[in-house]
């Protein structure tokens, strides 16, 4: 009912899985994953158990094979098991059981494991692999493409249903704080594998951080265009957005310090025009929390070129 793409990505060392099922929520079940450990896909009457375990096997040193081997060894039912692992060097390995609803295999190579059950046929693993060995695209959005070749294929000869994507890499959660980069999952939908898509193209708008080089000058003319924008949409300094964040206890808020300087930005200041101060620049910034766009945070002097196209879209429409 299920099919899957487990690998590593040579370039940076993330590690993902990439799954399509006619099954509720398949993210709640079918993907495990650490960064600088491995990664694991169990499906086919899942035994949940395979992730952590997997994932604790092959923290300890033992490759992906070994992992396997113990893990389905172990278990009573393994003939209805499938499973794919993939650890941190690149090692993989992949279960079909012999129970499992035709047509179900799998596929393995450097950095990955292909598998999947309930298929069309085995063109369906084929589309998988093929798409991820073919490359030309970012880690992500290179997962979510193998799964719509394979859906291009036959899929899940029952249909479609849900998605999930989990990538991770060390500190590359929200604020750092944990390695879930890209944990993104569509538990009911008609189209889950486009809706997973769109949902990665929504990350990559809210959460990456734009390069240095990419920013725009404020310049006179910039400025101009942006003070006509946020006013248009009630954002200028001192409009309806300023508010938005002001503390619920302002007293213990002061004596905490800190200021919207303080936030992370990308790039250094740079030369401000007189139509460009403080005010100005504090009321995009407050737009841009209203926004979710904290994360492409500009030094003052610049601008990120995507948050300058949010924003001319939200005064189109205003």
């Known amino acids: 009912m299920t099919y899957s793409i487990v690998a590593l990505d040579p370039a940076t060392g993330d590690l993902g899985v990439a799954v399509q099922s006619k099954f509720l929520a398949v993210g709640a079940v079918v993907p495990w994953a650490q960064a600088g450990v491995g990664a694991v896909a169990t499906q ?4 949940v158990t395979f992730g952590p375990g997997g994932l604790a096997r092959m923290a300890s040193g033992m490759p992906a094979h070994q992992a396997l081997e113990r893990l389905v060894n172990a278990d009573p039912l393994r003939s209805q098991r499938q499973v794919g692992m993939v650890d941190a060097r690149g090692g993989a390995a992949t279960h079909t059981g012999g129970s499992c609803f035709a047509w179900a295999g799998g596929l393995t190579g450097p950095g990955f494991a292909a598998q999947g059950n309930i298929l069309a046929g085995p063109a369906v693993v084929d589309g998988l692999v093929d798409t991820l060995v073919g490359g030309g695209r970012p880690f992500p959005e290179l997962l979510v493409a193998c799964l719509a070749a394979a859906d291009a294929q036959g899929g899940d000869r029952r249909g479609r249903e849900s998605a999930s994507l989990l990538i991770v890499r060390a500190g590359g959660g929200y604020g750092g704080a944990n390695d879930r980069w890209v944990d993104l999952r569509v538990d009911h939908h008609d189209d889950p594998i486009g809706e997973l898509g769109r949902l990665l193209d929504l990350q990559r708008l809210y959460l990456d951080r734009p390069a240095v080089g990419d920013l725009l000058p404020v310049d006179a003319t910039l400025a101009a265009e942006m003070r006509k924008l946020l006013t248009k949409i009630g954002a200028e300094p001192g409009g309806r957005f300023g508010n938005v ?20 930005m990308t790039g250094t200041p740079g030369p401000t025009p007189s139509n ?15 926004e979710n766009l904290e994360e492409r945070t500009a030094a003052p002097g610049w601008v990120d070129p995507r948050v300058l196209a949010v924003l001319r879209v939200r005064a189109r429409a205003a």
Do not use: C, E, I
């Not at 460009?276 to 209203?290: E, H, I, R, T």
């Open 44 to 47: 086919s009457f899942a035994n």
């Open 245 to 264: 964040y002001q503390p619920m206890n302002p007293d213990a808020a002061a004596a905490a310090g800190g200021d919207k300087a303080d936030r992370p």
């Open 276 to 290: 460009w101060d403080d005010a100005w620049q504090d009321a995009l910034w407050d737009w841009m929390g209203v």
